[in-house]
T-cell receptor
Framework: DAKTTQPNSMESNEEEPVHLPCNHS???????IHWYRQLPSQGPEYVIH???SNVNNRMASLAIAEDRKSSTLILHRATLRDAAVYYC??????????FGTGTSLTVIP | NAGVTQTPKFRILKIGQSMTLQCTQD?????MYWYRQDPGMGLKLIYY???????DKGEVPNGYNVSRSTTEDFPLRLELAAPSQTSVYFC??????????????FGPGTRLTVT
């Protein structure tokens, strides 16, 4: 199983950018990097994914290191609704998702 | 689209009882998954299916059974409930094609307590 390492918790002030790091030193060439988040008492929600190039969508940006051994999820302006557990997952079609324990993000008003 | 729906939302079982957790998706996804989440932990995969009639074990399959007779439905069966199966259960679905990667859509979860 492909493993990722994330900090247990992070804090951010409201309306400031947040950079959530993820290390995945054993990533293989076919692994996609997925990010999901889980709000309290809800199921996980897809945020973004990428393979090699940086990716942007309406929720966030994903910055992938050139050697692909780490990535960073960027929330451009944190809001109180972004308080959640964020999971970084390596995935290849046909393999299994391993969620880990994620990073618990606290947003301070 | 309703997305992924799960029933029931809550259930209390006595030790040794059986039950089926229902999961339905209306997005015509070929892949479906069952996860469990214990308090303070991440999700662990129980079983998954890559299409009707095809299922495979995940990380924690013991004590559970699944079947997939249609694209839409993927029920999870607990035969002899044990306290260790107290957890929140999430069903998910996704479209997958060889070499590609698509997001998983999750249901709202079923909170199960075994006493």
């Amino acid at each position: 199983d492909a493993k990722t390492t994330q900090p247990n918790s992070m804090e951010s002030n409201e309306e400031e950018p947040v950079h959530l790091p993820c290390n995945h030193s054993t990533i293989s060439g076919t692994d996609y990097i997925h990010w999901y988040r889980q709000l309290p008492s809800q199921g996980p929600e897809y945020v973004i994914h990428g393979l090699t190039s940086n990716v942007n969508n309406r929720m966030a940006s994903l910055a992938i290191a050139e050697d692909r051994k780490s990535s960073t999820l960027i929330l451009h302006r944190a809001t109180l609704r972004d308080a959640a557990v964020y999971y970084c997952i390596l995935y290849y079609t046909g393999n299994q998702f391993y969620f880990g324990t994620g990073t618990s993000l606290t947003v301070i008003p | 689209n309703a997305g992924v729906t799960q029933t029931p939302k809550f259930r209390i079982l006595k030790i040794g009882q059986s039950m089926t957790l229902q999961c339905t998706q209306d997005m015509n996804h070929n892949y479906m998954y069952w996860y469990r989440q214990d308090p303070g932990m991440g999700l662990k995969l129980i079983y998954y299916s890559v299409g009707a009639g095809i299922t495979d074990k995940g990380e924690v399959p013991n004590g559970y059974n699944v079947s997939r007779s249609t694209t839409e439905d993927f029920p999870l069966r607990l035969e002899l409930a044990a306290p260790s199966q107290t957890s929140v259960y999430f069903c998910a679905s996704s479209y997958s094609f060889q070499g590609s990667s698509y997001e998983q859509y999750f249901g709202p979860g079923t909170r199960l307590t075994v006493t």
